[in-house]
């Protein structure tokens, strides 16, 4: 199989540099460049890396990092993978895509624009289609999001709870890492033995973005899903990880074994392509009182190439009519790079990028 041409875009940040972790090896992809600022044009990449839990391969550290130029980028590379920050993540991606590239972005400049799919392949495999109907699209560039990362990680099991009970209320409490900050990301001071109960139009960005995941799509537009979301976000001095709390409000009385079965039980629509990085499980429940945590179950997911990739749902229990939980996903991996490679994995197996 022959692979298709790539590029990185934001290769020093957090983000990209989990891109390069993804796209390493990959049967699908191979990377034709890693771009960044002009500041970084010609710097190795292996002087870049911040990520601990990696090693990279002795080609990748070596690889030169190249000045953003939109020009070659169309030139040399099919679809591009996108790390930069939202406030210039626009304009870049959609120039891309005019000039035909196939665009996943992990920015959120173009997640509420009306035929740009926030996609997550587990659970709303349709809303690709919505792609056909961007005004790039017969030129063959297309722009796809994933979401933010603490809607992410939530979003399969509400998706999987929500198709078996009929979800009504969510109210969700996040504890996120400090690696969502991008890097060097939130000071050591305010951040060392600290809570921070407040990051910028993170609260809005779940309560609509989920709305849009788990709906509808039409060739109209998307068709937002009709129960209540309301957030609280905070950040805590966890590296990487977002633990999540859910209260949540079902049309029906499901005990806690039914919610856990469900769960467990929960594969996916595209569960029978086998892309790449979908984990074989993408909801692992935990039984411990104490699970799940960040220190141990944060790189959750099997086979190799999908750590990191599977929601860890744990503490499942009822109260006063409502059901409780907690939920961790790795926010730079599966809410993050991983989410952006495996819509892209879902667009090669269904024939919408070569």
């Known amino acids: 199989m022959s692979r298709i041409s790539v590029a990185v875009l934001g290769a020093t940040g957090p983000i990209g540099q989990r891109f390069v972790q993804m796209l390493e090896d990959h049967p699908y992809f191979e990377v034709e460049g890693l771009y960044a600022s002009e500041r970084s044009d010609g710097k190795r990449f292996g002087d870049a890396v911040k990520i601990r839990d990696r090693r ?95 809607s992410t990680g939530i979003a399969i099991p509400l998706s999987a709870l929500d198709r078996k009970f009929g979800l009504r209320e969510v109210f969700v409490s996040t504890y996120q890492a400090l ?25 809005e960005k779940m309560e609509s973005e989920l709305a849009k995941i788990l709906g509808g799509y039409s060739e109209d537009g998307f068709i937002p899903a009709d129960f209540k979301v309301m957030a609280n976000c905070a950040r805590v001095p966890v590296v990487d990880g977002h633990l999540e709390s859910l209260i949540l409000k079902f049309d029906s009385s499901p005990s806690a074994e039914d919610v856990a079965s469900a769960l467990s039980g929960f594969k996916g629509e595209s569960h029978s392509l086998n892309l790449p990085s979908a984990p074989l499980d993408p909801i692992i429940v935990r039984t411990e009182n104490d699970r799940p945590q960040p220190a141990y179950d944060v790189l959750a997911g099997s086979p190799e190439r999908a750590r990191g990739m599977a929601s860890t749902v744990g503490r499942i229990r009822e109260s006063n009519g409502y059901c409780k939980m907690f939920v961790l996903s790795h926010n730079t991996l599966r809410g993050g790079a991983g989410g952006s490679v495996l819509n892209a994995e879902l667009f090669k197996a269904k024939g919408l990028i070569g």
Not at 90 to 112: D, I, P, Q, Y
Not at 130 to 141: F, I, W
């Open 56 to 150: 990279f391969s002795e080609e990748t550290l070596d690889t030169k990092i190249r000045a953003m130029d939109i020009s070659r980028i169309s030139k040399n590379a099919g679809a591009v993978f996108s790390g930069i920050p939202s406030d210039l993540a626009g304009t870049a991606e959609s120039e891309l895509a005019e000039r035909g590239v196939a665009v996943f972005t992990n920015a959120g400049s173009h997640r509420m624009d009306k035929h740009v799919p926030i996609l997550i392949p587990e659970i709303n495999p349709g809303h690709a289609r919505s792609v056909e109907q961007q005004d790039t699209y017969g030129r063959g560039g297309y722009i796809v999001t994933n979401a933010n990362c603490s």
């Open 179 to 203: 690696s969502g900050a991008g890097y060097p990301g939130v000071p050591s001071l305010d951040a060392v033995g600290n809570v921070v109960p407040f990051i910028d139009k993170e609260e």
